[in-house]
């Protein structure tokens, strides 16, 4: 692969994700269904090029980009992350936190459990198989990316596509499920911010933002006469990917058994770099909205890149499992939404849950485009209250992401599934105890809100 294949993938996406742009701001059925560019330009990379019509000369690296870019995502997280008042916040962001674990371990336990009772008993596959669902539905293209490459090292070379193949549907379920329970909650009167789900902003639909709705994506904290600000954070976060790659070139070396997945190791050496940087008190030219953008277009660019990787091929041949599959993961995902999400958050449990759904099913992206709609001028705290809560909880997915391929291929897997549903049961037993959550009376109370509510006949 030389520089000008690195040219030509680049732009040949960028050309497609600004055709989804347009797309998106003049075809009504793609805004009806709030379809973001990055999942138009990586359907249209995967018809038009090499897994397709071969018409569009990408490289054979497309499939290895979702890995680098993963680590770009996860080594952002901890950049620039500031002082938190946790008198205030402690408790919404211990119940975020406390959701985002039921989402991860529920997801990827439950992969892996339906996989180990049913499916395996049908079809001849490899035993990881389960993890498909947890790295496609939740983790995302980016996620698959880096279960694909553990599970080829240890012998299966499919496990790519069909992480694709899963985190694409996930992303089709989180757009189409998402405006469905949205719409029927809407109707219902419980959403807190919106009435009508048909009178949401144009902007929304268009994905255009108009002049006097525009907000800035960040501030300049170095002078231009030095470097240019947004290099600046770019530097910061290729220096964190790049050390990430020789540590784990080192560990492969020391370890040639045992693959660790690049994300994990750059969000190790994100919390490094970001305690150095407070260390020298230079956090604070850190901007993380401008880090914010960085993570945000690798995620666009994960997502094309992903979905135009995918094996049609390798997907044909294990139709039968991944539908069964598929149809337990969303009934999986509306389970989580239904019952724990309304016992788990005390206030705008609608909002959060709907988020928590498109972060389940699709991606985090998907999940704030939900969040969108329900909350159009961002009322509600869900995001803060993730972004705090999430750093508590991406530790143990590293932790699944690490070891859960090496597990389960080992034979190991039902030892996975108890360890993950087991701790999503205490979790839920500790929650209880210590009154995290709801009670049973004002579960009750949210659903029996009828239709009648905007009448005022309830």
């Not at 020391?254 to 008190?281: A, C, D, E, N, R």
């Not at 019952?339 to 206030?347: E, G, L, S, T």
Request: glycine share 10%.
């Amino acid at each position: 692969m030389t520089v000008f294949d690195l040219t030509i993938d680049v732009g040949l996406i960028s050309l497609l994700l600004l055709l989804g742009v347009i797309l998106r701001a003049k075809v009504r059925f793609i805004q009806r269904f709030f379809i973001p560019a990055s999942m138009i330009a990586g359907f249209l990379a995967l018809g038009l090029g090499p897994n397709g019509l071969q018409i569009l000369p990408f490289s054979s690296a497309i499939a290895d980009y979702p890995a680098i870019l993963i680590a770009v995502i996860f080594g952002s997280i901890p950049i620039g992350a500031g002082q938190v008042n946790w008198n205030q916040a402690f408790q919404r962001v211990r119940n975020m936190w406390a959701y985002s674990m039921f989402l991860t371990l529920l997801m990827w336990g439950g992969g892996a459990f339906i996989t180990l009772i049913l499916i395996l008993q049908f079809w001849d596959i490899p035993a990881g198989f389960g993890l498909v669902l947890g790295a496609g539905f939740l983790g995302g293209h980016g996620t698959a990316a880096a279960i694909g490459e553990a599970m080829g090292n240890m012998g299966w070379e499919e496990a790519s596509s069909l992480g694709y193949t899963s985190a694409t549907v996930g992303l089709v379920c989180a757009i189409v499920g998402g405006l469905l329970i949205t719409k029927q909650f809407a109707r219902k009167n419980q959403t807190n911010f919106i009435s009508d789900f048909d009178d949401l902003p144009r902007q929304l639909r268009t994905g255009l933002v108009q002049p006097h709705e525009r907000e800035s994506s960040g501030d300049d904290t170095v002078s231009p006469n030095t470097v240019d600000p947004l290099f600046f954070h770019l530097a910061i976060i290729g220096v964190v990917v790049v050390f990430s790659y020789f540590l784990q070139n080192s560990l492969q070396s020391v370890f040639p058994q045992i693959s660790v997945p690049l994300l994990s190791i750059s969000f190790i050496v994100g919390l490094l770099i970001q305690y150095v940087l407070k260390k020298l008190k230079a956090n604070e030219y850190v901007d993380k909205r401008v880090i914010g953008r960085i993570s945000g277009t690798a995620t666009d660019l994960t997502v094309a890149f992903g979905i135009a990787a995918i094996n049609l091929t390798v997907v044909a041949a294990y139709m039968g499992p991944l539908i069964i599959l598929f149809i337990f993961g969303i009934l999986w995902a509306y389970a989580i939404f239904h019952f724990i999400a309304p016992r788990v958050f005390h206030q705008h449990w609608l909002e959060n849950g709907i988020f928590g759904w498109g972060w389940s099913t699709g991606t985090v992206a998907m999940g704030i485009a939900l969040l969108k709609i329900v909350d159009p001028k961002t009322e509600s705290t869900t995001l803060d209250d993730y972004a705090l809560g999430y750093i508590g909880m991406v530790p143990v997915e590293v932790v699944i992401i690490t070891f859960g391929p090496l597990l389960v291929m080992s034979g190991l897997g039902a030892v996975y599934v108890i360890a993950l549903l087991g701790s999503a049961a205490a979790l839920f037993v500790i929650g209880t105890k210590f009154n995290w959550f709801v009670n049973a009376d004002t579960v009750k109370a949210r659903r029996k809100i009828s239709y009648a509510d905007k009448e005022g006949k309830y």
